[in-house]
């Protein structure tokens, strides 16, 4: 069982240039005190930036591991604030996002999440960072974190039990998906085991491994 130890919000902001135009992002969360309700696609008072990639129901909510954020902050040498760098709504301790298996499902508090799939970054990781080689970093490094669909809607707070109820057999994980689309592609195929993957995240992986 982990632990809860904070819940991030966002709207979006300009969190620097691309090609001389401002960029905007919801990547710079802060936490927040009290219970929140997680319904719909989302974390009351959380926000996306770009629909088409990010959010949805396969991408509810974004969970992120402090002794990963840790690690980071080692590697980085720079301080790592809980949700600021890395986006992540729910920060958790003594429970594995990273090692996760796809379709496991965690109650915290009175909602039921399952996990769903690694984030894969993009651009807005690298100018949060101020580092353009903050992508190959993040992908090496194999910390990738986890999106959660919401299986039952409720209320979360930091200090709320993260509960394993299920783990499916097939031993899929976070890990191994994220290694197979970012590192090494003869993985692909082994990820098809895990039925709980995303319907289009499993087209684009057919595909890639035909």
């Not at 090494?184 to 895990?194: F, G, N, S, V």
Request: hydrophobic letters at 40%; one cysteine or more.
């Amino acid at each position: 069982m982990g632990e809860l130890l904070s819940v991030n919000v966002a709207r979006p902001e300009p969190i620097g240039l691309r090609r001389g135009q401002p960029v905007g992002s919801a990547i710079r969360k802060r936490p927040v005190a009290g219970r929140l309700r997680v319904e719909g696609v989302n974390v009351a008072g959380d926000q996306q930036a770009d629909w088409r990639v990010h959010g949805g129901p396969d991408k509810a909510v974004y969970a992120y591991a402090r002794e990963d954020e840790e690690w980071w902050a080692t590697e980085l040498g720079r301080e790592i604030p809980a949700g600021e760098m890395f986006g992540e709504n729910l920060t958790t301790r003594g429970i594995d996002c990273t090692n996760a298996v796809i379709g496991e499902r965690w109650r915290i508090g009175t909602t039921v999440l399952e996990v769903c799939q690694p984030r894969v970054p993009c651009y807005k990781l690298g100018l949060r960072f101020d580092d353009p080689l903050m992508l190959k970093r993040f992908a090496l490094a194999s910390r990738p974190g986890a999106y959660l669909r919401i299986v039952e809607e409720g209320e979360l707070g930091a200090g709320d039990a993260v509960e394993l109820l299920e783990r499916p057999g097939h031993g899929v994980t976070i890990r191994l998906v994220a290694d197979a689309m970012l590192l090494d592609e003869t993985l692909l195929e082994q990820t098809l085991a895990a039925p709980q993957l995303p319907a289009p995240l499993r087209d684009w992986i057919e595909q890639r491994a035909d």
